[in-house]
């Protein structure tokens, strides 16, 4: 941690229960930045983070600001990412631009994934990772965070993906890196909104203390990389397959028009998704994520 520690600013609350071997887990903010409308993403932050400490953990968000690497942001910080001024978004290739340069930045799947790794914390909870985009197989649109699930031994409790993505293909990448993915109760990846996707899971798990015995033996046997795991949204928020489906097809149509590409896309899609399904895809955005908070936490608590 020698090198690491001028980049590194650590709340002393994480601090401690690191030093002390208590359960941690690691939150996103591009979620809260690039994910959610202000005012709606600040209450999100603080319900997200009860939620962990409500189940026996202590919660690490993440956010680069000022060039600093941050694990657990107080309130000032947590206001600095949700009212989202010149907040970008930063996945792994961006890091050392934004330490270099002293900026501020929102933590993707895979810079919270690494930033994780670096201070010891094993399991995150998210909404939704990133993966192969439709038409990924010609664009070559594959997010960053699939490499990172390869390679960092993080464990990423998520809803599944968006519709917005290919998701056969993204299990595909994943079953091609040795990733494992584990469904929470379900033998079906869930599509972030919906229960369901039509995809099947090769592995369910009961409860959190079956998936923190697999998370055991893959890290004690050296399997480095992380562990997919996929805890479908509570029934009663649930939306429809076919509705999302139309939505997401109005939404790639105005990408497609608007020649967005690259990094811009998610957020747009995001953006686009949320335009057309209004108040009914947040207040689901936000209880699939708490859900995934208390399962990660349990999860944490029983490693
Ligand atoms: N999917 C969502 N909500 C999100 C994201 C993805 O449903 O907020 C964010 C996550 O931070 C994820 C990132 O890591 O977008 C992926 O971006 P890209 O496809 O550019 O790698
Ligand atoms: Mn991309």
Known sequence: MTNLAKYLDIQPEVKAALDAGRPVVALESTIL???????????????????????????????????????????????????????GKVSRRDVPVYIANGHTGATTVATTMLMA??????????????????????????????????????????????????????????????????????????AFYCRRSGHKLDYACADPAEAAAIL???????????????????????????????????????????????KEITPFLLAKVKDLTGGESLASNIQLALNNAKVAAQIAAAM
């Open 117 to 190: 790794a670096m201070v010891g914390i094993r399991v995150f909870a998210t909404g939704g990772i990133g993966g192969v985009h439709r038409g990924g197989e010609v664009t070559m649109d594959i997010s960053a965070d699939l490499q990172e699930l390869a390679h960092t031994s993080v464990a990423v409790v998520c809803a599944g993906a968006k519709q917005i993505l290919d998701i056969g293909r993204t299990l595909e990448y994943l079953e091609t890196m040795g990733v494992p993915v584990l469904g929470m109760g379900t033998d079906e990846f869930p």
């Open 216 to 262: 055991r033996a893959k890290w004690e046997l050296g399997l480095e990389g992380g562990v997919l795991i996929a805890n479908p949204i509570p029934e009663e928020y649930g939306l429809d397959f076919d509705k999302m489906e139309k939505v997401i097809e109005v939404a790639l149509a105005a990408a497609d028009a608007a020649g967005v590409h690259g």
């Open 33 to 87: 930045s690039h994910g959610m409308p202000y005012p709606e993403n600040l209450d999100f932050a603080a319900r997200v983070e009860e939620v962990v400490r409500a189940n026996g953990a202590v919660p690490a968000t993440m956010a680069i600001i000022g060039g600093k690497l941050k694990v657990g942001l107080g309130k000032e910080d947590l206001a600095v990412m949700c009212e989202a001024h010149d907040v």
